[in-house]
């Protein structure tokens, strides 16, 4: 999904403009990305929490040439679902198991 395809599902679901509805998501992201490079973390109730974390400076290994490298120390952002979404997964979880595969994604 894209954001073309979020902001035609509320604009249809409000009977909104598209033009209307897309200024309204990207707003809401544009404030999402502001408020997590100042405070660095938001909070969405019952959807989850992102926060940003520094991670370390760290070695590794590149595959074509089989030298080991250095990854700088970046930050990055962490995101860990709220209980509405956590619900979610895990009836998708039960449907799983039990053997039908409806709403999940191909890997």
């Given at each position: 999904?894209?954001?073309?395809?979020?902001?035609?599902?509320?604009?249809?679901?409000?009977?909104?403009?598209?033009?209307?509805?897309?200024?309204?998501?990207q707003?809401?992201?544009?404030?999402?990305?502001?408020?997590?490079?100042t405070e660095?973390?938001?909070?969405?109730?019952?959807?989850?929490?992102?926060?940003?974390?520094?991670?370390?400076?760290?070695?590794?290994?590149?595959?074509?040439?089989?030298?080991?490298?250095?990854?700088?120390?970046?930050?990055?952002?962490?995101?860990?679902?709220?209980?509405?979404?956590?619900k979610?997964?895990?009836?998708?979880?039960?449907?799983?198991?039990?053997?039908?595969?409806?709403?999940?994604?191909?890997?």
């Open positions: 999904m894209t954001k073309r395809d979020i902001v035609r599902q509320i604009a249809e679901e409000l009977g909104l403009p598209q033009s209307q509805t897309r200024e309204v998501v707003r809401t992201f544009d404030a999402i990305i502001d408020i997590l490079t660095h973390k938001i909070e969405l109730r019952n959807f989850g929490v992102f926060k940003i974390k520094l991670r370390k400076s760290r070695r590794a290994m590149n595959p074509k040439k089989k030298t080991e490298i250095r990854v700088p120390e970046k930050f990055v952002v962490r995101f860990k679902p709220g209980k509405e979404l956590r979610r997964l895990e009836a998708m979880s039960k449907k799983l198991k039990s053997g039908t595969k409806d709403g999940v994604p191909k890997a």
